[in-house]
């Protein structure tokens, strides 16, 4: 059974930082991409941060330089760090894990997701 476990959310003031986590279990992690998602209300999710099996990372635009994903393959944990929080990177971030087979098939798992509330 393959779980991810979101975790750090919560309520910060303008110009602060949160660090989320997501725990995976039930999947070889280091095999798989690990990514993080938010998805704001009335808005389509979008994609925050990648951290790619083989070490590279990327990120949307409107978050370069002030966040950043890591991951511990030894802890299969996968982290990002929030800096200079805006008021419109308020969103549910929910964690996600991705793997592509050669065959073309995937396999995508989420997490339940975590809610970020940056006040102004």
């Known amino acids: 059974q393959v779980q991810l476990v979101e975790s750090g959310g919560g309520l910060v003031q303008s110009g602060g930082s949160l660090r989320l986590s997501c725990a995976a279990s039930?999947?070889?992690?280091?095999?798989?991409?690990m990514g993080w998602y938010r998805q704001a209300p009335g808005k389509q999710r979008e994609l925050v941060a990648a951290?790619?099996?083989?070490?590279?990372?990327n990120y949307a635009d409107s978050v370069k330089g002030r966040f950043t994903i890591s991951r511990d393959n030894a802890k299969n944990t996968v982290y990002l760090q929030m800096n200079s929080l805006k008021p419109e990177d308020t969103a549910v971030y929910y964690c996600?894990?991705?793997?592509?087979?050669?065959?073309?098939?995937?396999?995508?798992?989420w997490g339940q997701g975590t809610q970020v509330t940056v006040s102004s």
């Open positions: 996600n894990a991705e793997s592509t087979y050669a065959s073309g098939a995937s396999l995508r798992y």
């Open positions: 039930g999947i070889i992690f280091r095999i798989y991409t």
């Open positions: 951290a790619i099996s083989g070490g590279s990372t």
